[in-house]
């Protein structure tokens, strides 16, 4: 599929449009804001697959009871070092900075904090919370897995066994040090956009029943109609790990960490007569405060670093050695200053969603 053309709208009026759509669908002001400046966050950096794209699907979690507005965090379990949080099923875009900032203040009283946070809403693109932490002067890693979203196969299979499971590291500076990406070859949010005719997913991204490698989004949410739902739950096809048995091995720790650990549940199995799915994230965080360790130029050393690999000869002529958060920076810088693109289709269900629910656009 090729790419097709876009509109670009200024992050401000996509914020307020947004903001404007979570509130007549039932939060409150403070709620609403959260989630468009998540969502909008997300495409700022580049991630349009964990952005607006998602105004939809989260206005329809919202109108049949699969996320809640208004919640907070419960602390379940605490101790010096250590918390589990429950999330209580509401937007992830409001627990997770609650959950977030107790790692944070807990990490910068004693140096280091364990946050296992489950039942979340869906926490959108993990790098917001690694940023968040760095901006507060910590490192953070974080392991993640959605409860009941099995729709990736793991290295050597053809069935869905995890769901994409990002892993994200962060790493203070300006701007941050932050690897973060799904343990799948993409993240579902990109085949939903490939599926509304943005970026084609690259070879090998899909497998289907018989071990067959795709590049359909068909694979995965079955016969597609224009601006119609996009349910993995209509396809029969799966998503594949990324990096053969070592990203398949760290999906599974995901898994393992996210899922069992913070007691939120993991991807599957899910019983045969599960008719509707309340899909939950669940998160196993670690905050190290550097200046607790010693590291008292811990920012300039790390930067110094990335500087040197960043010297390397580029492989190709013309091009260039990135380190990790580095195209997220850049792309901020320029979708602040010229716009963000959305695919026609996505605006447009953006566009329909603010309509049912009253919002002239
Ligand atoms: P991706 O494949 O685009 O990888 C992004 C990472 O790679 C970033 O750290 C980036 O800085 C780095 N990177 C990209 N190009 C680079 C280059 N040329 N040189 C060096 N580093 C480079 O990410 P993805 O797997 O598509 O994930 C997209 C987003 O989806 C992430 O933000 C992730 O947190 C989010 N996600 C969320 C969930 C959830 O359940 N909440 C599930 C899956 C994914």
């Known amino acids: 599929m090729a790419e097709l053309p876009t509109h670009t709208i200024a992050a401000e009026a996509l914020t307020r449009l947004v903001a404007d759509i979570f509130v007549r669908a039932g939060t409150s002001a403070e709620e609403g804001a959260h989630i468009a ?3 909008v966050s997300s495409n700022l950096t580049g991630h349009d ?13 919202l109108q049949q009871g699969d996320v809640f507005a208004g919640q907070t965090i419960t602390v379940a379990v605490e101790g010096p070092t250590h918390a589990v949080i429950d999330g209580n099923g509401g937007f992830g875009q409001t627990i997770g900075p609650l959950a977030v900032d107790y790692g944070i203040a807990k990490a910068q009283a004693a140096g280091l904090c ?3 946070l489950r039942n979340s809403g869906h926490i959108g693109r993990i790098g917001d919370w690694g ?6 002067g910590l490192v953070s890693i974080h392991f993640v897995n ?3 979203g099995q729709i990736v196969a793991p290295f050597g299979g053809v069935d869905r066994r995890f769901s994409t499971n990002p892993f994200c590291v962060g790493i203070p500076g300006d701007p941050p040090l932050l690897l973060d990406f799904a343990t799948s070859i993409v993240a579902e949010g990109k085949v939903l956009v490939a599926s509304n005719g943005g970026k084609p997913l690259p070879e090998g991204a899909l497998i289907d029943p018989d071990g067959d490698l795709s590049t359909d989004p068909q694979t995965l949410y079955g016969t597609l109609t224009q601006n119609g739902p996009r349910d993995p739950g209509n396809g029969q096809g799966a998503i594949r790990a990324f990096g053969d048995h070592k990203g398949s091995g760290i999906a599974f720790m995901c898994e393992i960490l996210a899922g069992v650990l913070t007691g939120g549940g993991t991807s599957g199995p899910i019983p045969p007569a599960t008719t509707r799915r309340r899909v939950t994230n669940g998160m196993l965080s670690i905050y190290l405060s550097p200046d607790h360790f010693g590291a008292q130029h811990f920012v300039a050393e790390a930067r110094a670093y990335a500087d040197y690999v960043k010297s390397s000869r580029p492989a190709h002529a013309g091009g260039e050695v990135l380190v990790p958060g580095e195209p997220e920076a ?5 979708r602040l200053a010229h716009g963000i693109p959305l695919q026609l289709d996505t605006w447009a269900s953006i566009v329909s969603t603010a309509r049912e629910l009253g919002i002239s656009v």
């Open 146 to 148: 959605v409860r009941m």
């Open 114 to 116: 364990v946050v296992a």
């Open 37 to 39: 400046h998540h969502l």
């Open 131 to 136: 940023e968040r932490a760095a901006a507060a």
């Open 49 to 61: 697959s964990h952005g607006v794209i998602r105004v939809p699907r989260y206005v329809l979690n």
């Open 330 to 334: 850049r792309t901020r810088a320029d």
